[in-house]
T-cell receptor
Framework: DQQVKQNSPSLSVQEGRISILNCDYTNSMFDYFLWYKKYPAEGPTFLISISSIKDKNEDGRFTVFLNKSAKHLSLHIVPSQPGDSAVYFCAATPGGRGSTLGRLYFGRGTQLTVWP | DGGITQSPKYLFRKEGQNVTLSCEQNLNHDAMYWYRQDPGQGLRLIYYSQIVNDFQKGDIAEGYSVSREKKESFPLTVTSAQKNPTAFYLC????????????FGPGTRLTVL
C-alpha cells in the first residue's frame, strides 16, 4: 500500500521556466517531508525538507509547499536548469514514534527533464 | 572527508549464491538503513538499525539478512532465498533521533545471472 504517491512519472520543462513536482500522502501521522534528487546509478541526495508546522520552506531555487488538509506537497524549482534533470523522490515520516522511528516512506519518483 | 561508502559499485553473482554488500559510514551516525530500488518502484526499505546490535525488518526483508556489530558498518547479505535479487541497493544513515534526514551512499548494482 503506497502511502506516498507521486502520480506523474515524468515532467518535461524548458530551461528558465518553473518546474512543479507533486506528491500526495495518505497517512495523517506523517509530520516531516523531504525531497531527494537522484541521478542514474547514484545514491539520492537530500534536497529540501519541511515540517508539518510550516506550509512553506525555501532554499535558493527550491521551494517546498505543504498543504496538510489536502495531504499534498509540491516542490517548485525556479528557474529550472538542465542540471536539474534527474529523478525526484518525495519522502515522508511520522518522526520519532515507536518502531517507526526514523523510517522514511518514499514515492516512486518523478523524472524531470529540463531542455534548453 | 566523511561519508557513506558502498562497495563494490557493480556485483555479479550466479543464481543460488549468497552475496554480501558492504556499507560503511564515518559520519558517527547512529541509524543505518538498506533500501532496494527497482525501475518504477521507488525505494523500498529492506532492513534498518537504530543502534549497534539491534535491527528491524523493513517492508521487503524476506531473503535478506543484516548485522550491526559496529556503529560504522551495516552489511547486507542477499541470500539464495531472495527470488528477484537483481536490483540497485542503497545504504543510508541518519545522525540520530533528533533528525529525520537520511544520507545515502552511492549504491551497489547487483546482477544475478
Amino acid at each position: 500500500d503506497q502511502q506516498v504517491k507521486q502520480n506523474s512519472p515524468s515532467l518535461s520543462v524548458q530551461e528558465g521556466r518553473i518546474s512543479i513536482l507533486n506528491c500526495d500522502y495518505t497517512n495523517s501521522m506523517f509530520d516531516y517531508f523531504l525531497w531527494y534528487k537522484k541521478y542514474p546509478a547514484e545514491g539520492p541526495t537530500f534536497l529540501i525538507s519541511i515540517s508539518s508546522i510550516k506550509d512553506k520552506n525555501e532554499d535558493g531555487r527550491f521551494t517546498v509547499f505543504l498543504n496538510k488538509s489536502a495531504k499534498h506537497l509540491s516542490l517548485h524549482i525556479v528557474p529550472s536548469q538542465p542540471g536539474d534533470s534527474a529523478v525526484y523522490f518525495c519522502a515522508a515520516t511520522p518522526g520519532g514514534r515507536g518502531s517507526t522511528l526514523g523510517r522514511l516512506y518514499f514515492g516512486r519518483g518523478t523524472q524531470l527533464t529540463v531542455w534548453p | 572527508d566523511g561519508g557513506i561508502t558502498q562497495s563494490p559499485k557493480y556485483l555479479f553473482r550466479k543464481e543460488g549464491q549468497n552475496v554480501t554488500l558492504s556499507c560503511e559510514q564515518n559520519l558517527n551516525h547512529d541509524a543505518m538503513y538498506w533500501y532496494r530500488q527497482d525501475p518504477g518502484q521507488g525505494l523500498r526499505l529492506i532492513y534498518y538499525s537504530q543502534i549497534v546490535n539491534d535491527f528491524q525488518k523493513g517492508d521487503i526483508a524476506e531473503g535478506y539478512s543484516v548485522s550491526r556489530e559496529k556503529k560504522e558498518s551495516f552489511p547486507l547479505t542477499v541470500t539464495s532465498a531472495q527470488k528477484n535479487p537483481t536490483a540497485f541497493y542503497l545504504c543510508a544513515s541518519r545522525e540520530g533521533a533528533w533528525t529525520d534526514t537520511q544520507y545515502f551512499g552511492p549504491g551497489t548494482r547487483l546482477t544475478v545471472l
